[in-house]
């Protein structure tokens, strides 16, 4: 009983050391552990999977609307879901509401292209990829960075009447008018209303609620990513059906990556994840029992 | 203009009557022209689904027939500002005459004990106001408490810490600060230096305050205002210095961290009920009142909401489908 | 004087509190007051920025006092000088770019930016006619001025070529602002893992019943948000009758789209409540305790 | 490439100084907090307020022909963006021991606006879709479970505004039961919104250790 008192008054140095180590450790020592998919990741996996609601060749609009600070939680769902979307042949097209947006959107574009094209032929060899896929996917045919433009709802609001007004460039500086993805059969200017689906990452503000207040417009079905903070903030949308899917945090990047079977950041970041959760569970199993003996203590010292 | 330093008491529910009489003429003019709007919605709406190209043209159509001075559909917004004024200024007359019930909040009553605690022990008073500018309204309540606890530290004779995220809110504050020391007469303790700037970045600020909490260890913190993930950061350092940690705020993500690592937490609205339940001013009490009054209209409403959904999903409720639909028009 | 001090700027906020209540009722009929609605804002912003003088001259001068006075720890108020100084000029030159620069000539070495965004790397000025969508051509040397062996020549927008000494200049706020500010940045966010655990060792003991239900829900949903839930999911199924139902994500669901939503949902109301009523107290000058005392 | 490798010694130093934080207050920490608020403070004062709010807000749209470059050199300069300005620079009068009254027109003019915005649209874009969301059928047919839960919402949503009641004592048998159920709202909310805080937080330091582990030390890939 002793050890459980001396515990309760343990110094917050060793809470923080344990916690250092159990990051640390599977970091360093990587094992894996099962990762099961939830609701609100299989139904956009699924919605992506479909064939009559995304046909081959659909552009999908995706925002980047989070920062480096963020960047950890957020880029492995977009590399995920970019990695799909290549699989399955549809191209992404990639915007920003925050203004460094664009240089995450490039990272991820970069990881995902690459990740796509060196699993090519294995991929092919198993089947998994739509029938028009090409071995070598090429910016500005088969997806593009527009990259950061500010305005955030008065903008997405001129995305809706037409993208080649706010960007005439590319992050980099290329016309759009020319570019092969933008180009509509009938000859009409591309707007938000060719887009197949919209997905934002969202750090904070400004991200997919800019699009979800602007559903009138746009009539779109939409999806987000957000970090684990904001994950009872997006709920409500998921339960008003305003959102069709959700990767909530790093925990969603992880069944991502499961449900297309391409293990990266987000499952690698799970082992850590469980192990520190474990330890912070384990804290507060001891902190309570520490508790219970001394109030055990007081009671036999009064009786 | 007399008005503005002692306002007469006919004052705010005259302005309260002239705007319940105007928003009443909107709403009565609303239900005119609303047909015809609703028409031109929807063909808007069939021509949106149908055809992409000519939707501009024909939108402008009816934009031109009628332009309303009035945002119709933010007529809701009006009533809740028309009803609430008009419980505040109700009970804050009532107030002036009959002294009103406050229920104790316990955080605001430790206020004074913690602020004595740090001069028995020859410790200072550390007081963050949010890491927000002055246009959030919980920053304004922060630093009006803020005056509160500044006269109790130039009673006391404690030293007392403001380090700034902002240098709008700073330079408010030195003013408020300061007002409270001469009420006290004592303005000659009054360190313009300790309500300092640090920097703007979040972050940045977080590791200068922890900075200053470990160097000076306050006895008393705290934390009234707008907090994001820093909060935590915060109560813990002060934690660690064995402080006696008062937090409040209005910003749900971060109650938590208050309420597990703080001995005391305002709560949502407990934040703006401080500056009325530390004056004990009759009009601000009064307002207090008013805003009770409101949240009772707001239970009511959800109440009869509820009841009107519930009964017209049934089989017998069938009738009563027209009402509930425009009841909910009306939370739009 | 004291309606200079004292009354008008109560009329003041008290009329521009009403032009705002007034533009945002107002609808498209009276689009010069509509657009105050978005204008006043905007002007608020450049306002609070020249604040910022005020808050560089608060620091500069309690950081100058300790140096002078050599008090207590004095180097580090220096360090913050250095860095605040260096970081103002170099933000305020390389933010100015292209001003402080002239034209670009053929055949100069200039410097652009590498993939990584931080560091640079040299070109030379093939032709600097723009071409239709405003490029130059450039090509790619090493350090000597020799033409790199595999590289081709490249279109590059104008405004990325820097002088060797703008390069230097953008190098330098890079090592400040990536090498120190951002990971400062994230290094003092990434302490939240550390408190968050001491935080909920030291608070979450049953003391009461609602110390209880603040564990209990807390201890629910961490588990449930980590694949070990999944696994205690599995050992809680072979519990008779309600075993099945017991599937810790799903209760994690559960807890925050009901329960939790809806305690959110009061704060978020009261909250409010209290913005407007303190809101108004203040338009209507009944608190006026920022615009400080009568003097 | 140097200046990569320099930013990454710096930036892994950086972090293992702030580390320390955790310990005890030490010279290394001291040093790095010092550096830390000054550079932020630095770089919000030039890149933030000069370049990113005064020259494209105020600047520019005074002095197009100075400030602007490309088609927006050419604009017509708006004037009337010479009220914030000089709104603005009264804030100045503050450096002034006798004149600092006159910055009270400022603080009065942002006051006026901030609150005004806040009385509206804090009843537009939360009280009243917060109302919206409470209101929910309770009987959902053919799904018990589902009319539960809506009975758990409409109840906790209500409660919980009672224990928000300020003028009266949280007393009597049923004005005392329902603030108490309310509590137990709060308490459940708290703690399911700290649980879920916990993973990005951690997340986070991931990344931190990524950095050091990976981008510094190269002992993972």
């Given amino acids: 009983m002793n050890i459980f008192i001396k515990l309760k008054n343990l110094d917050r140095r060793w809470v923080f050391l344990f916690v250092a180590l159990s990051v640390i450790i599977p970091l360093l020592f990587p094992f894996a552990l099962p990762v099961v998919p939830t609701k609100a990741v299989a139904n956009l996996h ?94 500005g045919v088969d997806y593009v960075n527009l990259g950061y433009k500010t305005g955030a709802i008065i903008h997405v609001k001129a995305l809706c009447n037409d993208f080649m007004y706010p960007y005439p460039q ?106 520190a959760h474990l330890v912070i569970m384990l804290f507060i199993i001891f902190g309570n029992l520490a508790y219970i003996a001394e109030q055990r203590n007081e009671a036999k010292k009064k009786g | 203009m007399s008005i503005f330093r002692r306002p007469p008491r006919s004052f705010v529910p005259i302005l309260a009557l002239i705007l319940c009489a105007l928003s009443m003429s909107f709403l009565m003019a609303d239900q005119t022209v609303e047909s015809t709007v609703t028409e031109h919605r929807q063909g808007e709406a069939a021509l949106c689904c149908s055809d992409h190209g000519t939707t501009e043209e024909l939108t402008a159509k009816p934009a031109a027939e009628a332009k309303p001075w009035f945002a119709k559909e933010r007529k809701t917004v009006l009533i809740i500002i028309v009803l609430l004024l008009l419980f505040v200024s109700y009970f804050t007359f009532h107030a002036q005459r009959k002294e009103l019930f406050i229920r104790r909040i316990s955080g605001l009553s430790a206020l004074e004990d913690a602020v004595g605690r740090a001069t028995e022990m020859g410790r200072g008073v550390m007081y963050i106001p949010g890491i927000m500018d002055m246009d959030d309204i919980q920053t304004i309540a922060g630093v009006t408490i803020m005056g509160h606890v500044a006269k109790k530290t130039a009673e006391y004779d404690a030293a007392f810490y403001a380090p700034m995220t902002r240098s709008f809110v700073m330079s408010v504050a030195q003013e408020i600060v300061k007002q409270a020391y001469l009420e006290k007469g004592r303005l000659d303790a009054f360190r313009p230096d300790r309500i300092n700037y640090l920097t703007d970045d979040q972050f940045g600020f977080v590791a200068g305050v922890g900075g200053i909490m470990m160097r000076e260890k306050p006895a008393a913190c705290f934390y009234l205002g707008t907090f994001y993930a820093e909060s935590l950061i915060l109560a813990e350092t002060g934690n660690s210095v064995g402080a006696i940690q008062i937090a409040g705020t209005a910003e749900p993500s971060q109650i938590p961290f208050f309420v597990a690592a703080c001995d005391y937490t305002l709560i949502g609205e407990e934040l703006f009920a401080a500056s009325a339940y530390l004056s004990k001013n009759p009009r601000e009490v009064g307002s207090l009142k008013g805003q009770d009054m409101l949240k009772l209209v707001i239970i009511a409403v959800t109440v009869i909401g509820t009841l009107l959904v519930t009964i017209s999903e049934t089989e017998f409720g069938k009738g009563l489908t027209p009402l509930t639909e425009s009841f909910m028009q009306y939370l739009k | 004087m004291i309606f200079l001090k004292r009354t008008l700027p109560l009329i003041i906020t008290f009329i521009t509190g009403m032009i705002m209540i007034v533009a945002f009722f107002s609808g498209e009929g009276l689009p010069s007051i509509k657009s105050l609605e978005s204008t006043l804002p905007k002007w608020i912003q450049i306002i609070m920025t020249f604040t910022m003088v005020l808050g560089a001259f608060s620091l500069l001068r309690i950081n100058l006092q300790k140096i002078s006075r050599k008090a207590d720890g004095w180097g580090y108020s220096l360090v913050l000088i250095i860095g605040f100084l260096s970081m103002a000029f170099l933000g305020f030159i390389t933010g100015s770019w292209p001003m402080f620069d002239k034209p670009l000539t053929n055949g100069e070495i200039y410097y652009v930016l590498c993939e990584d965004n931080v560091s640079a790397r040299p070109i030379r000025v093939i032709d600097n006619l723009k071409d239709k969508e405003g490029k130059i051509k450039v090509e790619y040397v090493d350090d000597k001025g020799e033409k790199l062996a595999d590289t081709e020549s490249a279109m590059i927008p104008p405004d990325t070529a820097r002088t060797r000494n703008m390069s230097y200049a953008n190098s330098m706020q890079q090592i400040l602002f990536v090498g120190v500010f951002k990971n400062a940045q994230s290094t003092m966010f990434s302490l939240l893992a550390f408190f968050v655990a001491s935080a909920s060792f030291r608070a979450f003991r049953i003391k009461s019943k609602e110390a209880g239900l603040l564990m209990g829900s807390a201890f629910i949903v961490m588990l449930g948000n980590v694949s070990i839930g999944s696994l205690v999911s599995q050992i809680l199924a072979y519990i008779p009758v309600i075993g099945p139902y017991l599937n810790i994500a799903d209760i994690k669901e559960w807890i925050m789209t009901y329960p939790s939503s809806a305690a959110q949902s009061a704060i978020l109301i009261g909250a409010m409540l209290g913005y407007i009523s303190a809101s108004m107290k203040i338009i209507f000058g009944v608190e006026r305790s920022h615009l400080g005392g009568e003097g | 490439m140097t200046t990569l490798l320099i930013t990454t010694w710096v930036g892994a130093l950086i972090t293992l100084c702030c580390f320390t934080f955790l310990i005890k207050d030490n010279p290394f920490y001291r040093f790095a907090e010092h550096l830390f608020v000054g550079v932020s403070a630095g770089y919000y004062l ?85 109302v919206k969301k409470a209101i929910v059928p309770l009987i959902v047919s053919g799904d018990y479970f589902g009319s539960f839960s809506n009975l758990v919402l409409v109840v906790g949503t209500v409660s919980c505004l009672f224990y928000f009641f300020f003028s009266t004592e949280h007393r009597g048998p049923v004005f005392g039961n329902v603030a108490k159920v309310g509590i137990w709202y709060l308490m459940i909310s708290f703690g399911a919104a700290f649980g879920a805080t916990v993973m990005g937080r951690i997340s986070l330091l991931i990344g931190r250790f990524n950095f050091l582990l990976s981008d510094w030390l190269h002992l993972i890939k």
């Fill in chain 1, 46 to 139: 699924k919605f992506i999977e479909n064939a009559e609601a995304l046909p081959e060749g659909t552009r999908c609009f995706l925002s980047f609307d989070f920062d480096p600070a963020s960047e950890p939680e957020l880029k492995p769902s977009a590399v995920a879901i970019l990695v799909h979307m290549f699989r399955r042949n549809l191209k992404p097209i990639c915007g920003a509401n925050w203004p460094v947006g664009g240089e995450m959107a490039e990272v991820a574009l970069v990881e995902a292209a690459n990740a796509y094209m060196s699993t090519y032929e294995d991929m092919k060899a198993q089947g998994k990829l739509a029938p028009g896929c090409k071995p070598i996917i090429e910016r």
């Fill in chain 4, 46 to 130: 030039s890149t933030i307020s000069f370049h990113q709010v005064l020259k494209p807000n105020l600047l520019a749209k005074i002095w197009p022909t100075y400030f602007a470059s490309g088609t927006a050199a050419e604009a017509t300069p708006e004037y009337i963006l010479i009220i914030p300005g000089l709104l603005g620079l009264l804030m100045l009068f503050r450096f002034s021991s006798n004149l600092s009254w006159v910055s009270r027109f400022t603080v009065a003019f942002v006051m006026g606006v901030s609150t005004g915005i806040a009385v509206v649209t804090s009843a537009e874009q939360y009280l009243i879709p917060q």
């Fill in chain 1, 170 to 275: 590319d992050r980099d500086g290329n016309s759009t008018a020319e570019m092969a993805i933008f180009r509509n059969p009938d000859g009409r200017r591309f707007a938000m209303s060719d887009v197949g689906l919209i997905i934002s990452f969202t750090a904070g503000t400004g991200g997919i609620e800019t699009f979800i207040s602007m559903a009138g417009e746009h009539k779109r079905p939409m999806a987000a990513g957000c970090t684990s903070v904001n994950i009872p903030r997006f709920t409500t949308y998921l339960q008003s059906g305003q959102l069709i899917g959700m990767t909530g945090g790093l925990p969603g990047a992880a069944e991502y990556e499961t449900l297309i079977e391409r293990p990266g950041k987000g499952c690698a970041g799970m082992t850590p994840q469980s192990i």
